[in-house]
């Protein structure tokens, strides 16, 4: 398996412990504050991560780490249906809040997990997305084989990264690629990278 550096929570310093309360599974009054910078700061990627996927308006489609909610904002109006995990309960409640008229209606649902165990059947979804989540996983490596088993054949996967994620390049496209995805290609702006792959056939 591809060795790629990701964080690891056991040897945080104070300021890293800090930066996970607001961002990796955000809690409190830090938690809340770290899902308005967010929602603010991650909407023009999860515009473009969503046009990288050319969903269509028959797709389900997954998000997993989905923070306050921006692309699944973007995204119900586009699909059928948008399903969304997140770790953080302050996340989802933001991320309900902001979807309030879409989950009314049944076409969103959120729910409190990880990417190494999702609630859904095999085969669920058309596309799937993770936007600065992949580096905050338990297991990379298993999260990626459980969005494997949740994407229909051929299905399209994004994960993408923006600069302040502090993730790097190398290894991502060969981890992705050794979990079962096919096709992994690597688009890039100058502050941001994603890793495109499919669902083998």
Same mark, same amino acid.
């Given at each position: ?16 412990? %800090? ?17 308005? %910078?967010?929602?603010?700061?991650? =909407?023009? *990627?999860? $515009? ?21 909610g921006v692309a699944i904002q973007l995204l119900a109006g586009?699909?059928? *249906?948008?399903?969304?995990?997140? @770790? !953080?309960?302050?996340?989802l409640r933001q991320a309900a809040k902001r979807n309030a008229?879409? %989950? ?12 190494? *165990?999702? @609630? ?9 997305? $993770?936007?600065?989540?992949? *580096?905050?996983?338990?297991? /990379?490596?298993?999260?990626? =084989? ?6 229909? @054949?051929?299905?399209? /996967? ?6 302040? !994620?502090?993730?790097? =390049? ?7 690629? !050794? ?19 499919? $669902?083998?056939?």
């Amino acid at each position: 398996m591809p060795r790629v550096a990701f964080w690891q929570p056991g040897t945080m310093s104070i300021g890293r412990t %800090i930066l996970m309360r607001m961002f990796g599974c955000p809690r409190g009054l830090l938690g809340w504050l770290g899902g308005v %910078i967010l929602a603010r700061t991650n =909407r023009v *990627h999860a $515009a473009w991560v969503i046009g990288l996927l050319d969903v269509r308006e028959q797709d389900n489609v997954l998000e997993i780490g989905c923070g306050p909610g921006v692309a699944i904002q973007l995204l119900a109006g586009k699909v059928r *249906h948008v399903a969304a995990v997140d @770790p !953080s309960a302050e996340m989802l409640r933001q991320a309900a809040k902001r979807n309030a008229a879409a %989950i009314s209606e049944g076409r969103v649902e959120l729910r409190r997990d990880t990417a190494d *165990h999702l @609630p859904f059947a095999d085969a669920s979804f058309d596309k799937l997305m $993770a936007l600065n989540s992949m *580096h905050l996983w338990p297991d /990379a490596f298993a999260g990626l =084989r459980e969005m494997l088993r949740v994407i229909k @054949p051929g299905g399209r /996967a994004a994960f993408a990264f923006t600069a302040y !994620s502090g993730q790097r =390049r190398g290894g991502v496209p060969e981890l992705i690629g !050794s979990a079962g995805f096919a096709d992994c290609r690597m688009v890039e702006t100058d502050r941001a990278f994603c890793v495109l792959a499919s $669902a083998p056939i």
